[in-house]
């Protein structure tokens, strides 16, 4: 993975980008990248780029809303893990 | 089913994890008394928790009768191992990595080589994202809905699901996904990233999307 620390956000390509994007999700912690100062610049002169991010965003944040259960198992997985315990 | 080797992750508590699973009332002291074998108690974890444990395999799984076969695993585990379970992370977070660790397994005992996650979780070259993820033509018109996103979700090659659902659905971070899936954490972080981008393609045209078994499920 590419090592945040060297690079110059201003001069990057759309390349360079493209190379970097996982690592700077994954070190994002919870704030949104397309609110990091450090790309403002580039994600401005890159209006693509801008809406790249700001989808992987809503998918990342819509995702964080399957976490609650809407499934339910069949009555007959609960009438077997009875039926083993008996065992 | 053998549980030789299975392990429950001893990783440093996730904040986010604990925060994303409150303490349940009654919980604490249906596990105490479960821990002394108190069947009724159980029982009521059971009740408490198999919507997420289903889900979850569900998700992973992509297929209805193996998600409730290895719902039933995960239960009968809980109830051999309840014993070594400290309170050093929420119950729920501590059940569902044991849950992972058992899905993973089938999944290994089924051929899915997650161990050699460049081979296998990488997807055939016309499932991977397309290159020109920043033209207009791959962006999405606005906001995703649950539904639409669970569809697209079970659509994913096995691999990109496995780590998108960990990470994105799950709270997992990428160095627990790693010791989970027995991959680098810059693995798991680029296997997410193409996730992403798979969806953000699959999400451009919703109504091409098959529906996901999952949905087919009816909530009882």
């Known amino acids: ?87 | 089913m053998g549980f030789q080797g299975l392990q429950t992750m001893q990783t440093k508590p996730n904040a986010g994890l604990f925060k994303r699973n409150p303490p349940i009332a009654g919980e604490a002291e249906a596990i105490e008394r479960a821990k002394n074998g108190d069947a009724d108690a159980f029982s009521k974890l059971y009740a408490l928790h198999k919507r997420r444990v289903y889900t979850l395999c569900l998700r992973m799984l992509g297929n209805v009768s193996e998600a409730e076969d290895m719902t039933q695993e995960a239960f009968l585990h809980l109830f051999r191992k309840l014993g070594s379970f400290r309170g050093e992370s929420a119950f729920s977070t501590w059940l569902h990595r044991l849950t992972v660790n058992l899905v993973l397994m089938h999944l290994r005992k089924k051929g899915l080589q997650l161990v050699s996650l460049e081979e296998t979780i990488n997807p055939s070259e016309e499932d991977a994202p397309k290159r020109d993820f920043g033209s207009r033509d791959t962006q999405l018109a606005g906001s995703v809905d649950r539904v639409t996103l669970e569809r697209a979700v079970a659509s994913l090659p096995p691999g990109y699901r496995m780590v998108f659902v960990l990470h994105d659905v799950e709270g997992f971070e990428h160095n627990e996904i790693a010791t989970m899936l027995e991959c680098s954490t810059g693995n798991s972080k680029s296997q997410l990233h193409k996730a992403r981008l798979k969806l953000r393609e699959l999400l451009r045209y919703p109504d091409q999307l098959p529906e996901a078994e999952s949905s087919r499920e009816v909530v009882q």
């Open chain 1, 1 to 87: 993975m590419s090592d945040l620390s060297k690079i110059d956000f201003n001069s990057m390509t759309v390349a360079e980008f493209e190379q970097y994007l996982p690592e700077l999700f994954a070190s994002g912690g919870s704030g949104r990248l397309s609110e990091d100062p450090r790309l403002a610049r580039f994600l401005a002169a890159n209006p693509d780029c801008a809406a790249l991010v700001r989808d992987l965003e809503t998918i990342a944040e819509t995702a964080k809303n399957l976490f609650v259960p809407d499934q339910e198992p069949s009555d007959e997985v609960w009438t077997n893990i009875e039926k083993k315990l008996k065992q």
